[in-house]
């Protein structure tokens, strides 16, 4: 099924400007390990170090590419992308109701990982 309408993608440079800190963190981190480690045992001491300082920035970069991502899609959805306006009220009040309840029906602060794991659960219990 094609999709009608393509979201917006997230800005690269935005992306890249908002982690740079961060990996500059993760080398100024590789370099500490490395020279923290006794001499003789260089790579036995600092790999596993490094290796986990890798991970975090790889969790965190995607996990930033991804709300990178989102933010720029609700940003399409803003009433005040949208010519006309119409609805009386005020912008605030407008954005409001739309905050209150999402599209898929969920309520404000519910986690949307429950259909997820709902249906895991009806998995082991058929199993029953």
Known sequence: MAAEHTLPKGS???????MRP????????VMRAVND????AWIGASEMVVRDLFADLR???YEAALQTRVDAA??????????????????????GAVRAEHADGRRAGERPA???????????????
Do not use: K, N, Y
Request: hydrophobic share 25%.
């Open 12 to 18: 690269e440079q935005q992306f890249v400007a908002s």
């Open 22 to 29: 961060e990996v500059e963190r993760l080398l100024a981190g």
């Open 37 to 40: 480690a006794p001499d003789g």
């Open 59 to 61: 969790r965190s970069a």
């Open 74 to 95: 609700e940003a399409s959805f803003s009433p005040s992308g949208h010519a006309g306006g119409g609805g009386g009220g005020t912008p605030g009040e407008a954005q």
């Open 114 to 128: 429950d259909a997820v794991v709902g249906r895991g659960g009806r998995g082991r219990r058929r199993g029953r």
